[in-house]
């Protein structure tokens, strides 16, 4: 069975939340992370080794493979964002 392939948005309190449940899932492969953070970015590379890295989450939506995305940006973003996922 494949796994579904993710880009998680947004690495502050919520989407490290996130990411630390992702790491351990059977199920979801995080294949593209984004935040504008060096420091969130630093996370993410050190808990999604394969994955790649964006501080644009529009190139995190539009990378290869990308199936679904969680949306773990600040709370007034994420009707943009959603939009921009369709």
């Known amino acids: 069975m494949s796994r579904l392939k993710i880009a998680l948005i947004g690495l502050g309190r919520m989407g490290r939340v996130h990411a630390q449940a992702l790491a351990k899932s059977t199920t979801i492969e ?4 984004a935040d504008p953070s060096n420091q969130s970015i630093k996370f993410a590379k050190n808990t999604f080794r394969n994955a790649e890295t964006f501080s644009n989450y529009q190139q995190a939506m539009q990378h290869l ?4 995305c ?8 994420h009707a943009e964002m959603v939009n921009q996922a369709e």
């Open 70 to 77: 969680l949306i773990a940006s600040p709370t007034p973003l």
């Open 30 to 33: 995080v294949v593209a992370v």
């Open 65 to 68: 493979g990308v199936e679904a």
